[in-house]
C-alpha cells in the first residue's frame, strides 16, 4: 500500500524527511515572528503561504510514494495544481494503481483535488490557493482519521492565538500517522480498472455491431453482429462453443440482412432456438428495439425466462414474463434498458393490442413465434394468426420470425407472412425409425416399396405368464437400453402410462433398484415433501426401479422434479402421453410408441413426427432410435402414416367463429385499425384465412363472411354502426365499437360468453355476498371448464350441507337449491328446469373454496375425487380468467367495485400459498417446494434472493444444483432490476416537466 516502506512508525526514512521539512519550516516562522512586530501582520501572510506550499510538497512527496508513482508528483512547486485533462490522462498512463490499491480516504482527497484544480482555472491570488489548498488537505485528514476531525473542531472553538500555538506544536507528522493509520485500517472500495474497462470495450462492441448491421452486410462483425462476450456467456451458460454450419448459413442469410421475415424449419433437436436468441439479442443490443417471443405454452414460458435471465442480467436487458395471469398491459415504456417479451400466445396477444392502441407497436424490432405449425390448431391458432396480421398491417418496421420442425404448406405461410424460407435436414443426432409388427423390427426405407425394410428378429424368452402380460415385449425392448441410457415410452392415455410403468417394473431385475439408489431415495423424499406428507402410490412403487410417468395429472411441482432427475440421470424411463413431445425438452436414447393413437384418434403425421424427434442426445448418443409398435389391424394405416407427407396448416379463424373471426373484427374496430367494412375487408385478405379461402369456405366469398360476422357483432351489441348494402358502399360511414364490446376485446373473452359474464356480473352487483370469496370465486371459475365438468353429487352434496349460511346465501343467490342437489344424490327424477352450467360451475367454485383454504392440492382432490393435475389446472386456469375478468371489468364504469376485489382474488390464484412465500415464487422457476426451503433456509424476499451467493444456496438448500443455483439467482435478479426500472420510469415520469399548455393555445390562435 506505501510502495516501498514496510512501516510508517518510528524514523522510517520518508517521515524523517517530512519531519525535518516540517521543523525547518516552524523556525522560519518562529524567526518571523521575533523580527516582526503584529502591526506588520500583512507581511507574515506571504511567509505563511511558503509554508503550505512546502507543505504542498510534502503531501506531493508522501502520495508519490505511497501511490508508487500515480501521477499526482509535480516537477514545480508552482506548478501543482494541474487541470482536469492533465490529471486524468496521468492516473489512466499509471494502469489500475489508483483504483485498486489506494485507500478510500486517499482517493476522497484526490477527488477533491480534482474539484479543487477545476477551480483553480480562474484567475486567483496565492491566497485564496493556500487556503484552497489547506482545505483540501484539512478535509482530507478529517475523513480519515475521526480523531483529527474532532481534533479540529476544539480547533475552530479555541482563539486565533491559541489556535496559532497548537498549530506549531502539532506535528505534520503526527497527522500524517493518523492519516496513514486509518488508511490501513479503511477498507479499500471494490472498485475494479480491469472491470470498467471491459465494460467500455463491450460498450463500443454494441455500438461496432450496430453500425455494422446498419450496413446491411453479410459479413456481420466479431459474432454475428454482437460482441463478443456473447460468444462467451453461449459457452460459460450453455457450453456452446461453435454453431453448427446451417446455424450460421441461416444468421448469415442476406434476407436476414435485409431485415426480411423469415420462416425456417428443421427436424426436433436441430438447434432451431439457438439461432432465434441470437437475433433477439442482435434487436435488442445493436437495433436497441424490444422484443416479442411468442411460445405454445405456459411451462415452457417460464423455462425459457428462467434459461435467459443470466444473459440479461450480463448484458443489460429486461426479460417479462407473460403467461397465466402474470404481464402489464400497455407495458412499461423504457427510457434505458429493451425489454424482452417472452409471452404464452393469449398474453402475447393482449400484449400486441395494447401496443397498438397506445401507438407503440413500432417499439417492436422483431417478434419470434415457436411452433408455427399451431396457427392450424383450433383457437390457439386463431389468436396466433391475429397477432401476426395485426403486426404486418400496423408496423412495417417489425420483423417476424417463424420457426417449426413440422411444416408442409409452406407457400401459403410466406404468402402470408410475406416471408423468405429457409430449410435444412440436419440433426446433430442420426435418427432411426423402427416398426414393430409381431416379433419383427422394420426400419423406416423412403427406397422401399412398402417403405419398410427388415432389420431383426426379436428372440427373447418370455415365460408364459409375462408373455400374457407383456405380447408387445415391450419390456424387453426397454432392458435393451435401460438404466445405463434413457428411454421414452409415448402411451395413448393418462391411465396407460401409470400401468405400463408398473407392470415394466414389475418384472424388471431387482439388480435395477441398486443404480442410483441414494438419489432415488431423495427424489422420493422430495416428492413426498411436495404432496405435504402424500405421494403417488404409483410413483412409490416404480421410482426406486428409476422409472415415473408423465402426464397433465401431476402437479407443476411434481413434473419439474421428474423432470429434472430424468434430466439428471436419476431416471432413467418416463412413460408419458403426447403433450412431453411439444413441451420442456427431454431427449432419449430410445423412443417407443406404444400405439399408434393419441386417446382414441389415429395418429397424425405432425405427432408422430414430434414425439419420434426426442430420440437422440446431442452431445451423448451416437444415434437416436425410434420403435412404434403396431397391431396387425393397423399395419396398413401405418404404412400410410409412414410414408404421407406431413399435414397441412390451415387457418383456424373460420372455424373458431366466435374467437376467432369474430373477435378479430371486433378488435379491428376497437383498435381503429379498420373502421368500416371496406377497410376491414381489405385487413381480412392480409390473413392466413385471406389467402386460404378458396380452400376454406367454397361456399361464401370472404366479403359476404365479413359481412354476416359484422351485422352479427352489431346485433349483439358489441358494435353500433349501420351495415350499408355493396349497392351503397360509396357513401358507407365508420363502425363504432360498444363500452361492451370494448370490454370484451380488452379483457380476451371469447364472444361466446360475453353475455354470459355480463348478466353474471351485473346480478353480482344486486347481492355480491363479501363475508367469504364463494361468490367472487363463483364469477371467476372458466365457463369453458363447466362444461367437462361431471359431479358426484354425493360429493357435492356433502359439500353443500357442510356450508354456513352465508356461504348457503352464495349458492341461494346464483340460484342453486339444497333440495335440488338433495333429490340429485338420492337419484330422484328433477321436474323442475335447472341451469346446469350454473350448478357446474358451483361445484367447481366449492373446489377452488377449499384450495383458498386449504391450500393443499393432495387433500382437495382426494375430498372431490379428481386427480391433482385437473385441480390444479382449474387453478390455474381461474387465475388466468380472473386477470380477464379484471380488465373486462376496468372498461364497464358500472363494474368498479369489482376492482379492487379482483386484483387481490387474482393474486390469491396465481400462487395459492401464503402470503410470505408469494414474493419468492414470482421469481421465474421457482415453485411451492422450492419457495418454502428458500424461506426457512432464512431467503424470505426478493431482495434476498437476488444477492443469494449461488454457492451458499447448493449448501443450504436439499437436492440443488450449482445450475440451477445460478439460474434462481439470476432470475431474481433480473425480476429485481425489472421492478427497479419500473419504478425509476414511474419517478421520472413523475418528475418530468409538463409542456406549457400556454404554447399549444397560441399554436390554435395562429392563423
Not at 457450453?239 to 448459413?249: D, F, M, S
Request: aromatic residues 8%; glycine residues 6%; contains cysteine.
Amino acid at each position: 500500500m506505501f510502495g516501498d516502506y514496510d512501516s510508517f512508525s518510528g524514523n522510517d526514512s520518508l517521515l524523517a524527511q517530512v519531519d525535518n521539512m516540517e521543523q525547518e519550516c516552524i523556525q522560519s516562522i518562529d524567526m518571523t515572528s521575533y523580527t516582526k512586530n503584529k502591526e506588520d501582520q500583512a507581511v507574515s501572510e506571504p511567509m505563511f503561504e511558503d509554508l503550505q506550499l512546502q507543505n504542498a510538497k510534502s503531501m506531493e512527496l508522501v502520495f508519490s510514494a505511497a501511490g508508487n508513482g500515480t501521477g499526482f508528483k509535480t516537477e514545480e512547486g508552482s506548478n501543482f495544481w494541474r487541470t482536469t485533462n492533465e490529471q486524468e490522462n496521468r492516473a489512466l498512463d499509471s494502469g489500475d494503481c489508483i483504483s485498486e490499491e489506494l485507500p478510500s480516504s486517499q482517493l476522497l482527497y484526490f477527488q477533491e483535488m480534482s474539484k479543487t484544480s477545476v477551480d483553480s482555472r480562474k484567475p486567483s491570488d496565492t491566497k485564496e490557493r493556500g487556503k484552497d489548498m489547506n482545505f483540501c488537505l484539512d478535509k482530507m485528514l478529517n475523513q480519515s482519521c475521526p480523531h483529527n476531525a474532532e481534533h479540529n473542531k476544539i480547533n475552530n472553538v479555541l482563539s486565533p492565538s491559541t489556535t496559532s500555538s497548537l498549530s506549531k506544536r502539532q506535528s505534520l507528522k503526527d497527522h500524517l500517522k493518523n492519516t496513514m493509520t486509518g488508511n490501513a485500517k479503511a477498507q479499500t472500495p471494490q472498485f475494479s480498472r480491469t472491470k470498467q474497462l471491459k465494460e467500455a470495450v463491450l460498450s463500443e462492441e454494441i455500438c461496432v455491431a450496430k453500425k455494422t448491421i446498419e450496413t446491411s452486410s453479410v459479413d456481420i462483425g466479431p459474432f454475428y453482429g454482437l460482441p463478443s462476450k456473447v460468444k462467451d456467456l453461449l459457452v460459460r451458460f450453455r457450453g456452446i462453443e461453435k454453431l453448427y454450419e446451417w446455424q450460421h448459413t441461416c444468421l448469415t442469410l442476406e434476407s436476414l440482412q435485409q431485415r426480411k421475415n423469415l420462416i425456417y424449419s428443421l427436424p426436433t433437436s436441430g438447434g432451431k432456438t439457438l439461432v432465434a436468441e441470437i437475433l433477439i439479442l442482435q434487436e435488442l443490443l445493436c437495433r436497441q428495439k424490444d422484443v416479442l417471443m411468442v411460445l405454445p405454452y405456459v411451462a415452457i414460458v417460464q423455462e425459457k425466462v428462467w434459461a435467459l435471465s443470466s444473459f440479461g442480467i450480463e448484458l443489460g436487458f429486461l426479460i417479462e414474463e407473460y403467461a397465466g395471469s402474470k404481464g402489464r398491459f400497455p407495458p412499461i415504456k423504457r427510457r434505458m434498458k429493451k425489454s424482452l417479451y417472452i409471452a404464452t400466445i393469449e398474453k402475447g396477444h393482449s400484449l400486441v393490442n395494447s401496443l397498438i392502441e397506445t401507438g407503440r407497436v413500432s417499439d417492436l424490432g422483431l417478434v419470434v413465434v415457436d411452433e408455427l405449425h399451431m396457427l392450424g390448431e383450433g383457437s390457439r391458432g386463431a389468436t396466433l394468426e391475429m397477432i401476426l396480421a395485426k403486426i404486418l398491417y400496423t408496423s412495417k418496421t417489425t420483423q417476424i420470425i417463424g420457426m417449426s420442425a413440422t411444416l408442409n404448406n409452406v407457400g401459403d405461410l410466406q404468402q402470408f407472412l410475406q416471408a423468405e424460407y429457409y430449410t435444412n435436414n440436419f440433426r446433430p443426432v442420426e435418427l432411426k425409425e423402427y416398426v414393430k409388427i409381431r416379433d419383427g423390427i422394420y426400419e423406416v426405407d423412403n427406397k422401399a416399396e412398402n417403405g419398410l425394410t427388415f432389420s431383426r428378429l426379436l428372440n427373447f424368452k418370455y415365460a408364459s405368464n409375462l408373455q400374457k402380460m407383456d405380447p408387445d415385449h415391450l419390456i424387453a425392448l426397454v432392458a435393451e437400453v435401460i438404466p445405463n441410457y434413457s428411454c421414452l415410452v409415448f402411451c395413448p392415455t393418462k391411465k396407460n402410462c401409470e400401468n405400463v410403468a408398473e407392470m415394466i417394473c414389475k418384472y424388471l431385475n431387482k439388480e435395477y433398484r441398486n443404480h442410483r439408489e441414494n438419489e432415488k431415495h431423495d427424489l422420493i423424499k422430495d416428492l413426498k415433501n411436495i404432496g405435504k406428507g402424500h405421494l403417488c402410490p404409483v410413483l412409490k412403487r416404480t421410482i426406486p426401479f428409476g422409472i415415473a410417468y408423465h402426464h397433465s395429472g401431476l402437479t407443476s411441482d411434481e413434473r419439474k422434479h421428474i423432470e429434472e432427475a430424468y434430466s439428471a440421470g436419476v431416471l432413467c424411463l418416463l412413460t408419458c402421453t403426447s403433450t412431453l413431445a411439444a413441451g420442456v425438452n427431454l431427449p432419449a436414447r430410445r423412443v417407443i410408441l406404444r400405439a399408434p393413437y393419441i386417446a382414441t384418434e389415429f395418429l397424425k403425421k405432425n405427432q408422430y413426427k414430434q414425439m419420434i424427434g426426442r430420440a437422440g442426445r446431442a452431445g451423448i448418443d451416437s444415434a437416436g432410435e425410434s420403435i412404434l409398435i403396431v397391431q396387425e389391424k393397423d399395419k396398413n394405416l401405418v404404412r400410410d402414416l409412414i410414408n404421407s407427407p406431413l399435414e397441412n396448416c390451415y387457418s383456424s379463424l373460420f372455424v373458431e367463429y366466435t374467437k376467432g373471426f369474430q373477435g378479430l373484427l371486433l378488435s379491428l374496430v376497437g383498435l381503429k385499425i379498420a373502421r368500416n367494412p371496406e377497410e376491414i375487408y381489405h385487413f381480412m385478405c392480409s390473413t392466413l384465412f385471406g389467402v386460404q379461402q378458396q380452400f376454406l369456405s367454397k361456399e361464401k366469398s370472404l366479403s359476404d363472411i365479413t359481412r354476416e360476422a359484422l351485422e352479427c357483432l352489431i346485433e349483439k351489441g358489441l358494435l353500433k354502426g349501420k351495415m350499408i348494402s355493396e349497392k351503397e358502399q360509396k357513401s358507407q360511414s365508420n363502425l363504432e365499437i360498444t363500452q361492451l364490446g370494448q370490454a370484451t376485446y380488452k379483457g380476451s373473452i371469447d364472444l361466446a360468453y360475453c353475455d354470459a359474464l355480463y348478466r353474471d356480473l351485473k346480478k353480482g352487483l344486486q347481492g355480491l355476498v363479501l363475508e367469504s370469496c364463494l361468490h367472487l370465486l363463483y364469477l371467476t371459475t372458466p365457463y369453458d371448464m363447466i362444461y367437462h365438468c361431471n359431479p358426484d353429487w354425493m360429493i357435492y352434496f356433502r359439500q353443500f350441507s357442510h356450508l354456513s349460511s352465508v356461504e348457503q346465501k352464495v349458492a341461494a343467490t346464483v340460484g342453486v337449491s339444497e333440495s335440488f342437489i338433495t333429490k340429485k344424490a338420492s337419484g330422484q327424477a328433477i321436474k323442475k328446469d335447472v341451469d346446469n352450467s350454473v350448478v357446474n360451475r358451483l361445484y367447481l367454485s366449492f373446489v377452488l373454496y377449499d384450495l383458498l383454504k386449504e391450500t393443499n392440492i393432495w387433500n382437495v382432490s382426494e375430498k372431490f375425487n379428481m386427480s391433482r393435475g385437473y385441480v390444479q389446472n382449474l387453478l390455474n386456469s381461474a387465475a388466468s380468467f380472473s386477470s380477464c375478468v379484471l380488465h373486462f371489468c376496468e372498461e364497464m364504469e358500472e363494474f368498479w367495485v369489482y376492482k379492487a376485489l379482483l386484483t387481490e382474488l387474482t393474486k390469491r390464484l396465481t400462487y395459492c400459498v401464503k402470503a410470505e412465500l408469494i414474493p419468492l415464487m414470482e421469481v421465474a422457476g421457482v415453485l411451492e417446494s422450492r419457495a418454502k426451503q428458500l424461506y426457512d433456509s432464512g431467503y424470505k424476499t426478493l431482495a434476498h434472493l437476488a444477492n443469494a451467493n449461488p454457492e451458499t444456496l447448493v449448501k443450504m438448500i436439499e437436492h440443488l444444483s450449482r445450475r440451477q443455483a445460478r439460474q434462481i439467482v439470476s432470475s431474481a435478479k433480473m425480476l429485481l432490476s425489472e421492478k427497479a426500472e419500473a419504478l425509476q420510469e414511474e419517478v421520472e415520469e413523475l418528475l418530468k416537466v409538463p409542456k406549457d399548455p400556454s404554447e399549444d393555445i397560441i399554436l390554435i390562435t395562429l392563423p
